[in-house]
């Protein structure tokens, strides 16, 4: 037998090289070139199977995709938010007169209009008069606390006796949003500041008479109290008193003599008119 000598039996083992070293060497040098032509046929194939995708993404496109975007810019390019109707929420509603009372005396007259502010977070400041007859009273300021109904009132009209009714003309409304940063509770922060207890309040022999308390923690300059004075639940006359100053834990004898004749007053009613956020209400 004639013994034929691998090629690999050639290589030196001083090289370091293991046997399966070798052998795979031997394997990648013989077979090189169709592992190249491998890999060529494989970037190939994956280069077709990419262009046909994109080339499918592409039509798909053309057919459905463009005019959807187009759809999609028209969407975009019309306002998503009623800006109108925003505002419209966050705005204050408009303040109502809900009744209007005329008090026609011997030579002067009163006018008082009963009115609300809706709103229960704005403050509202205005100018108001009253038209009577052909002319008008005096331009005055006026407020109405968050949520407030009160009276509206014109003492002493000259030359009121001639007419038979009057009518409330505003300008100049100034809402004033009061912010939840500044006061969280605006219900606590009115009852607190607008402690005022009334007793003994009546009429007897043209006499009205009442006693009221501060029972607040404030000290005010110049309060102003309407006293409302009712015929069986119908406003028949008002009144008001203005204090100098009201401090704290102050109680307060009024007598006032009425000039007119109000012999069916049922009940009367105190109620404060005091600008609480005011800062000149108060005495530092």
Excluded: C
């Excluded at 459905?64 to 975007?69: E, H, K, Q, T």
């Excluded at 209007?100 to 100018?127: I, T």
């Excluded at 409304?173 to 009061?178: F, N, V, Y």
């Amino acid at each position: 037998m004639v013994f034929k000598p691998s090629p690999l039996d050639d290589i030196d083992d001083a090289d370091g090289l293991s046997e399966k070293e070798l052998k795979f060497g031997y394997w990648f040098t013989t077979h090189r070139v169709k592992i190249y032509q491998g890999l060529l046929i494989a970037l190939v194939v994956f280069d077709v199977l990419l262009g046909g995708y994109n080339l499918f993404r592409w039509g798909e496109y053309a057919a459905v995709g463009f005019w959807a975007d187009g759809r999609l810019r028209q969407e975009i390019a019309r306002p998503l938010i009623n800006y109108a109707l925003l505002k419209e929420h966050f705005s204050a509603k408009p303040m109502s007169v809900a009744a209007n009372y005329f008090f026609p005396g011997v030579v002067k007259a009163d006018a008082v209009a009963m009115v609300k502010n809706p709103n229960p977070d704005f403050l509202v400041l205005f100018d108001y008069r009253f038209m009577v007859g052909g002319t008008s009273t005096p331009w005055r300021q006026g407020f109405l606390l968050p949520g407030e109904e009160k009276s509206i009132v014109e003492f002493g009209i000259a030359n009121g006796a001639l007419v038979n009714g009057a009518t409330l003309d505003l300008q100049n409304l100034s809402w004033q949003r009061i912010s939840s940063r500044k006061v969280r509770d605006l219900t606590d922060f009115t009852a607190e500041r607008l402690n005022f207890q009334i007793e003994d309040a009546g009429v007897s022999a043209g006499m009205l008479s009442f006693k009221i308390t501060n029972q607040s923690n404030f000290n005010y300059y110049q309060p102003r109290f309407l006293v409302l004075l009712d015929s069986n639940g119908s406003l028949a006359g008002i009144e008001q008193v203005v204090f100098d100053q009201f401090l704290s834990g102050e109680k307060k004898q009024v007598e006032l003599i009425l000039l007119e004749s109000h012999s069916s007053i049922t009940s009367v009613r105190v109620k404060p008119d005091i600008n609480i956020f005011d800062p000149k209400a108060y005495i530092r």
